[in-house]
T-cell receptor, first 117, second 113 residues
Framework: AQKITQTQPGMFVQEKEAVTLDCTYDTSDQSYGLFWYKQPSSGEMIFLIYQGSYDEQNATEGRYSLNFQKARKSANLVISASQLGDSAMYFCAMREPSGAGSYQLTFGKGTKLSVIP | DTAVSQTPKYLVTQMGNDKSIKCEQNLGHDTMYWYKQDSKKFLKIMFSYNNKELIINETVPNRFSPKSPDKAHLNLHINSLELGDSAVYFC????????????FGQGTRLTVV
């Protein structure tokens, strides 16, 4: 079963508008973390934002904010004032413990965001 | 300064060859990973090393062998390359179980012909 679900394979948004990218997760752990990454066409993976399961406030980083709804197990990424440079693949990931004091990130399948001028 | 660097960025090689991808991080992290991104962009973990010790070894052919000479390096050696090994390989690092960030290298696009 998928642990991270991103239901939107592709999305379009008008420049300067806000957009929400969906992410739901499945875990029985009490302590976990949620990450969002951006992968532009150049291929690198850029860390955007992190939300811990015990964080009471939604995480924000500049134009990125994470709408964390713990009871619904969702961690949607909100990008405000979209820019052309936001066009990219966006991946949601969950940190899971993997033993011996380490953890791994499990990724969703990604959402391709296209910003329209 | 690049936090996680991997080389080479592109690698084109013939079937049957042996190749290595190098990864280094200067973040002082104690955990390093190799991920494989397939043609559909799906990222899947291959290996995880914590303090130079193998923690995770997902279902990966034993032609793939990671080597961690120290905490800052995790290299990936691949023997007898096959067409299906063509993918983008990412190295990443983090700080233990409480890490709130994990950084990736720029990726190595491996093409087996």
């Amino acid at each position: 079963a998928q642990k991270i679900t991103q239901t939107q394979p592709g999305m379009f948004v008008q420049e300067k508008e806000a957009v929400t990218l969906d992410c739901t997760y499945d875990t029985s752990d009490q302590s976990y973390g949620l990450f969002w990454y951006k992968q532009p066409s150049s291929g690198e993976m850029i860390f955007l934002i992190y939300q811990g399961s015990y964080d009471e406030q939604n995480a924000t980083e500049g134009r990125y904010s994470l709408n964390f709804q713990k009871a619904r197990k969702s961690a949607n990424l909100v990008i405000s004032a979209s820019q052309l440079g936001d066009s990219a693949m966006y991946f949601c990931a969950m940190r899971e413990p993997s033993g011996a004091g380490s953890y791994q990130l499990t990724f969703g399948k990604g959402t391709k965001l296209s910003v329209i001028p | 300064d690049t936090a996680v660097s991997q080389t080479p960025k592109y690698l084109v090689t013939q079937m049957g060859n042996d190749k290595s991808i190098k990864c280094e991080q200067n973040l002082g992290h104690d955990t390093m990973y190799w991920y494989k991104q397939d043609s559909k962009k799906f990222l899947k973990i291959m290996f995880s090393y914590n303090n130079k010790e193998l923690i995770i070894n997902e279902t990966v052919p034993n032609r793939f062998s990671p080597k961690s000479p120290d905490k800052a390096h995790l290299n990936l050696h691949i023997n007898s390359l096959e067409l299906g090994d063509s993918a983008v390989y990412f190295c990443a690092s983090s700080h233990g179980i409480f890490g709130t960030e994990a950084f990736f290298g720029q990726g190595t696009r491996l093409t087996v012909v």
